[in-house]
């Protein structure tokens, strides 16, 4: 799977994500049924396709758990962030972020 992201200010030069997306040996052969809902916007491996949507694969899971902890208490605020978070309990968080974090993906520089 090759997924290629238009450059935005703000992020890496000449850096863009490519190449194999593969599960870790350690992730778990499926997502977590509360990914569900992730997919929608974040993509089914957590490789976004709408400019404006963060990919979540690869994403350190202390890093991930955080951001969804404080779009649950509303310390973060995000509209639709908000609604998904809300109902997620710790246990869910953590299942989510190990999972996102655990899809390896490959970037390398432009040819």
Do not use: K
Request: with cysteine; proline share 10%.
């Amino acid at each position: 799977m090759t997924v290629a992201r238009p450059h935005r200010p703000g992020r890496a030069a000449g850096v863009f994500v490519a190449g194999a997306v593969w599960a870790a040996a350690a992730a778990a052969a499926e997502p977590p049924a509360a990914a569900r809902a992730c997919a929608v916007c974040h993509g089914p491996l957590g490789l976004a396709t709408a400019p404006e949507t963060p990919h979540l694969a690869g994403q350190p899971a202390n890093y991930l758990a955080a951001q969804l902890r404080a779009f649950r208490s509303g310390a973060r605020r995000h509209e639709v962030m908000a609604v998904i978070a809300r109902p997620l309990g710790d246990d869910d968080i953590q299942r989510l972020a190990d999972w996102y974090a655990s899809v390896r993906v490959e970037a390398s520089a432009p040819p």
